[in-house]
């Protein structure tokens, strides 16, 4: 048995086997070959089998996000098809008597500078795609699609790292666990496997690749960080109990199901749910959210290859709503930079990203963009109970601006004859130690505030959430930051406003008693953890 130790981020237990996943960008050989009909006929079989697996891509997304979403899969299908494209791999196999990887990478490349050079932004952006179904081939060639590949067994995934934009297009209902060897745990990676209630340990270290393969025997402790491989009889017994015991734990915790969120005393306080895509709603019903505090809507445009369009963002939002039946739907504008990189945004590499270009001010700088997702917003408010928040603030005159694009938005629907609804929330995060500091003035702009902790934290104690090395000096609890959540929430009841925490902190239930004192309106959280803070609130008395 060897044991590993990373940082446990989702606590639970995985029993299963090892998958290591290859990133699909890895370098590819140049390899000279006798029989070119051989490598041509490789060709072929790994575009069958790619266009095989968009076809199932396809089907999940049409499930899950709806037909203008799914519809990139089968444009990715018929690029398969181009006959440039084909011609292209097949004279460069033989002319230069190369491996079929060798040949798809060269064409990847040429096709993918062509369209990068042309001046229409649609085709810009085919340049993406190019290179994506090139590395579909690639990956199938060399046998690397673990995830996608049909298999009935469902595994623990091994990375040095996951991208959220791998981790998103994982196929969920065949992953038991994640290992990262990197990785901090405010990453959006480790965000992701909350939500998507999947045990998680980062930050493992070089080590865990060195000294694990393909299907090796593991467990996965969520809770403490541990891994074992080909663990031993005594670990394998000790942790099944431990699984049923946290199993036991969670089916008490369903019991809450249809409770109010009341204090002792009798305070009611809002417990709504983060989420990232259409396809998590089922999480939020199935957790019984009061709501949604946190639609983290740029997860729709890191799913796409290109900017999706109004009328797919509208079909998005609308669904959500309605699905949602009248609770509350808070849908922040698209955070896009930092960790979160999106290829056909081109946005300049940056020397500190957290600092950088993101959010808020990509909407504002490119207005066209923003008016988009605007327009989407309120068309689809009509369908439930919107509220609109905008990340990264850090001045009044910001709000301002965006307040002012929002009027334009909406006169220009009104002079179009659409409808929007006239009871949209609009509200800020509170993730910046300016925005907190300035609160007394932005309160009186907005409906409310939202605490993105994540982000106040790496800007108030100034660490890099993105960085595994300086986790020992995050101090979530610091007082800085709860001075600055109390100062936030203070002058937003000061200015009518009503106030709640989107962040990680939020679902800290060693936590939940000083929030509430502090007034805290509402707490949004993973929806596997809304049970759990339901809980601590019902237990805390504020009269004492
Ligand atoms: C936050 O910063 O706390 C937050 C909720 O936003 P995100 O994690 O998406 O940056
Ligand atoms: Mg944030």
Same mark, same amino acid.
């Given at each position: 048995m060897k044991t590993y130790q990373g940082k446990g981020v989702y606590g639970a237990i995985a029993v299963g086997k090892i998958s290591l996943f290859k990133k699909s960008d890895a370098a590819v050989k140049r390899i000279r070959v006798v029989d070119t009909d051989n490598e041509k006929t490789r060709f072929e079989q790994a575009k069958t089998l790619a266009i095989r697996q968009l076809q199932e891509i396809y089907n999940k997304a049409l499930k899950e996000v709806g037909e203008a979403n799914a519809a990139i899969f089968e444009i990715h299908q018929m690029m398969l098809d181009d006959d440039d494209y084909n011609d292209s791999i097949n004279n460069i196999i033989d002319s230069q008597s190369v491996n079929a990887e060798y040949a798809v990478a060269v064409t990847a490349d040429n096709f993918a500078e062509m369209f990068a050079a042309m001046d229409d932004t649609y085709m810009k952006a085919r340049a993406a795609d190019v290179r994506d179904i090139s590395n579909r081939l690639i990956n199938n060639l060399s046998g690397? &699609? *673990? +995830?996608?590949?049909?298999?009935d067994e469902k595994v623990i995934i091994c990375a040095g790292d996951l991208a959220p934009s791998e981790t998103v297009s994982l196929d969920k209902d065949k992953v038991l666990a994640f290992v990262t060897a990197y990785g901090s745990s405010n990453s959006h990676t480790a965000i992701l496997a909350r939500n998507m209630n999947i045990p998680a340990v980062i930050g493992v270290g070089d080590e865990l690749l060195n000294g694990i393969k393909d299907g090796d025997e593991a467990i996965v402790d969520g809770y403490t960080g541990e891994i074992f491989i080909d663990p031993d009889e005594e670990t394998h017994a000790k942790l099944l109990e431990k699984q049923h015991v946290d199993e036991e734990k969670k089916r008490l915790l369903?019991?809450?199901? $249809?409770?109010?969120?009341?204090?002792?005393d009798g305070r009611k306080i809002n417990v709504y749910a983060n989420i990232?895509?259409? $396809?998590d709603i089922g999480k939020v019903l199935a957790n019984d959210?009061?709501? +949604?505090?946190? &639609?983290?809507?740029?997860f729709l445009y890191l799913e796409n290859?290109?900017? @999706?369009?109004e009328e797919q963002q509208f079909a998005a939002y609308k669904k959500v709503l309605e699905s949602m039946a009248g609770k509350k739907v808070i849908i922040r504008t698209l955070d896009i930079g930092a960790d979160k990189k999106?290829?056909?945004?081109?946005l300049k590499p940056e020397e500190n990203p957290a600092l950088g270009y993101r959010a808020i001010r990509i909407c504002l700088t490119r207005p066209e963009v923003f008016r988009t997702q605007l327009r989407a917003l309120y068309r689809a408010s009509v369908f439930g109970n919107l509220g609109i928040m905008f990340p990264m603030i850090t001045s009044v005159s910001e709000l301002q601006k965006i307040m002012a694009i929002c009027e334009e938005v909406k006169s220009e629907l009104k002079s179009q004859g659409a409808e929007y609804s006239d009871k949209i929330e609009l509200g800020i995060m509170i993730e910046t130690p300016a925005a907190a500091i300035i609160s007394d003035k932005l309160a009186p702009m907005v409906d409310f505030f939202s605490v993105g902790t994540n982000d106040l934290t790496q800007y108030t104690l100034a660490c890099? *959430?993105?960085? @595994?090395? +300086?986790e020992q000096f995050?101090?979530?609890?610091h007082e800085a930051i709860l001075r600055l959540i109390e100062m936030s929430a203070e002058n937003a009841h000061k200015h009518g406003a009503w106030i709640g925490i989107c962040g990680?902190?939020?679902?800290?239930t060693t936590l939940t008693e000083t929030f509430l004192r502090m007034g805290i309106d509402e707490l949004s959280v993973s929806p596997t953890f809304v049970l759990k803070v339901r809980d601590a609130v019902r237990s805390i008395d504020l009269s004492k």
């Open positions: 690397n &699609f *673990r +995830i996608e590949a049909p298999s369903q019991e809450l199901k $249809g409770k109010e969120n009341i204090t002792l990232g895509s259409v $396809g959210a009061g709501g +949604i505090g946190l &639609f983290r809507s740029e290859s290109d900017y @999706p369009t999106v290829d056909y945004f081109n890099d *959430r993105q960085n @595994p090395d +300086i995050v101090d979530t609890h990680e902190l939020g679902a800290d």
